[in-house]
């Protein structure tokens, strides 16, 4: 899970509180950049005058124009990526937008293209920003393609962009036959690779559904209905193992020796924001000789059809075990099903889906007596494949609590407290926890509040910041929670954004000023 955060800053503006309005864009157009270029990014939604940005990815500048329409983008110093962008003013801010930082050069989606005969023709080494305009609308593109070549297309829109859209990826013949065709790959978004047959010219068509399954039986499309598509012949990583002195594995396509990571066009660049920052072992062999798995190192590796891993590990009397086996988190195709055997080969417990929307594993066992174990791992249906990846992790069960908010920007007004309300969700954690607001400004204050072990405070309490209008405030904060007289690093209140398995580990908060003390800041 990725954790965002935006450092704290402060803006005045003269501007009435009764007229002006807190920003809502909703996205950019395009939505990326090549990395070591700059570009002008129109801005979706309603913007709002006065407007800022802030963000803090490495190297990355950003401006607005000044009637509050476009985005300037100074991705010079930047490296592949995405950035998250946060739009604001003093009545409010936008939610986190994200921004893409590509490696390949960036050209815009040219119509009419619906139809193969019309396609435009692409380079084969580039990233296509488009829109699927409106309902029964297909995007189509032309490629010149040599015999033995190996094509990848991947597009970024549901997962990467929170686009409502789950698209479909065609590869058409030079006569416009469908050779292939992927749905689901990345999440709701596809990834295909193709091994040309014969020289020619080959077409890649993309057309979507809703996301969210309605009533119409057509082809989706909206201005919302954003992709990303790459194209390449050349080198493009799908996923990396990270070994346990920093060596970086890389797995995909067109990949030679010596492959730099950094500067390689593939999905790592988004899904490595998803990696525990734990050591990490990669599993290379099968057969059935355990595996060694030491607690709180991770392992990863690759399932193959029909494959079960086994890895081998010492477990003490009633001292409960967490073991989690990621794979959807990741993008893998696989479903994880864990059992675990004693010494004899005997069966201890199967693990499998966290929920109904979470096929992988998080689940707490006890061992029965001090032994040795054998953790099995396989793909549920006996599935397999270079996708069907996995990393697990097996550590001491310790207690702990989760803490959550529903939104990550929050704005107040003069005449009452803010409130926001805080989930907590405990694994065994039976200390109470005292929760509070860091970061605030002078002129605000908030008094922490009690989580105790049980009742309706355990699950759910709400927190007031009051403030006395003296001084304007747009920055970030943290919510956190302590155990009293306790030693240890407090917990973080993460917050949702648009983007699936990405929480922010602050939240922005804007605090107005009185109108009869408004000043202008010169």
């Known amino acids: 899970m990725l954790r965002i955060y935006l450092p704290s800053l402060f803006f005045a503006f003269l501007v009435s509180t009764a007229t002006a309005a807190a920003p809502d864009v909703s996205g950019l157009e395009p939505t990326g950049v090549q990395a070591g270029q700059s570009a002008d990014l129109v801005l979706q939604g309603k913007p709002a005058l006065p407007l800022s940005v802030v963000t803090d990815y490495p190297g990355l500048a950003v401006s607005v124009s000044?009637?509050?329409?476009?985005?300037?983008?100074?991705?010079?110093?930047?490296?592949?990526?995405?950035?998250f962008l946060r739009f604001h003013n003093p009545e409010g801010a936008s939610d986190l937008i994200p921004l893409h930082i590509g490696l390949l050069p960036e050209v815009a989606e040219v119509e009419p293209n619906n139809h193969w005969r019309d396609a435009p023709n692409v380079a084969t080494?580039?990233?296509?920003?488009?829109?699927?305009?409106?309902?029964?609308?297909?995007?189509?593109?032309?490629?010149?393609?040599?015999?033995?070549?190996?094509?990848?297309?991947?597009?970024?829109?549901?997962?990467?962009?929170?686009?409502?859209?789950?698209?479909?990826?065609?590869?058409?013949s030079p006569e416009g036959f469908v050779l292939e065709q992927v749905d689901d790959a990345y999440g709701n978004d596809p990834q295909l690779t193709f091994?040309?047959?014969?020289?020619?010219?080959?077409?890649?068509?993309?057309?979507?559904?809703?996301?969210?399954?309605?009533?119409?039986?057509?082809f989706a499309g909206g201005k919302d209905y954003q992709y990303r598509l790459t194209l390449t012949n050349g080198p493009f990583i799908d996923h990396l193992f990270e070994g346990a002195e920093g060596q970086l594995n890389p797995h995909g396509w067109n990949l030679g020796e010596g492959v730099d990571v950094a500067n390689t066009p593939g999905r790592h660049h988004y899904r490595r924001l998803l990696n525990l920052s734990?050591?990490?072992?990669?599993?290379?062999?099968?057969?059935?000789?355990?595996?060694?798995?030491?607690?709180?190192?991770?392992?990863?590796?690759?399932?193959?059809?029909?494959?079960?891993?086994?890895?081998?590990?010492t477990g003490t009397k009633s001292a409960a075990l967490r073991i989690r086996v990621r794979a959807q988190a990741l993008y893998s195709e696989l479903d994880p099903l864990v059992q675990i055997l004693d010494a004899e080969g005997k069966l201890l417990k199967e693990l499998d889906d966290v929920g109904?929307?979470?096929?992988?594993?998080?689940?707490?066992?006890?061992?029965?007596?001090?032994?040795?174990?054998?953790?099995?791992?396989?793909?549920?249906?006996g599935h397999g494949g270079e996708r069907y990846f996995f990393e697990t992790l097996v550590e001491e069960d310790q207690p702990r609590a989760d803490l959550t908010v529903t939104a990550n920007h929050f704005e107040a007004t003069v005449d009452k407290p803010l409130e926001i309300e805080v989930q907590i969700a405990r694994a065994g954690l039976q200390s109470p926890l005292e929760i509070t607001a860091t970061g605030l400004p002078e002129g605000a204050k908030v008094t922490p509040v009690i989580s105790e072990p049980k009742g309706d405070s355990s699950k759910k309490v709400t927190l007031k910041?009051?403030?006395?209008?003296?001084?304007?405030?747009?920055?970030?904060?943290?919510?956190?929670?302590?155990?009293?007289?306790?030693?240890?690093?407090?917990?973080?209140?993460?917050?949702?954004?648009?983007?699936?398995?990405?929480?922010?580990?602050?939240?922005?908060?804007?605090?107005?000023?009185?109108?009869?003390?408004?000043?202008?800041?010169?």
């Open 66 to 83: 000044e009637d509050g329409k476009s985005l300037h983008v100074d991705a010079a110093q930047a490296a592949a990526g995405v950035a």
């Open 125 to 172: 080494q580039t990233t296509i920003n488009g829109v699927l305009h409106a309902g029964g609308e297909v995007d189509t593109f032309g490629c010149e393609l040599e015999q033995g070549q190996t094509l990848v297309s991947a597009v970024d829109a549901n997962t990467a962009l929170a686009s409502p859209m789950d698209a479909v990826l065609q590869i058409l």
């Open 465 to 522: 910041i009051e403030h006395d209008g003296s001084t304007p405030f747009s920055g970030s904060i943290q919510i956190i929670a302590t155990i009293p007289d306790a030693p240890g690093e407090p917990i973080v209140a993460t917050a949702p954004t648009k983007l699936t398995g990405i929480r922010a580990s602050s939240i922005w908060l804007t605090l107005p000023v009185k109108a009869a003390e408004a000043t202008e800041e010169k």
């Open 195 to 218: 091994v040309v047959p014969t020289t020619g010219r080959y077409f890649v068509r993309l057309f979507a559904f809703p996301s969210a399954p309605n009533s119409t039986i057509n």
């Open 356 to 381: 109904r929307d979470n096929r992988d594993v998080d689940a707490s066992w006890t061992p029965p007596a001090d032994a040795n174990y054998t953790l099995v791992l396989q793909d549920r249906f």
């Open 278 to 313: 734990l050591p990490a072992n990669v599993i290379t062999q099968g057969g059935e000789a355990p595996v060694p798995l030491t607690l709180r190192t991770r392992l990863q590796g690759h399932i193959s059809p029909r494959e079960a891993k086994r890895f081998q590990f």
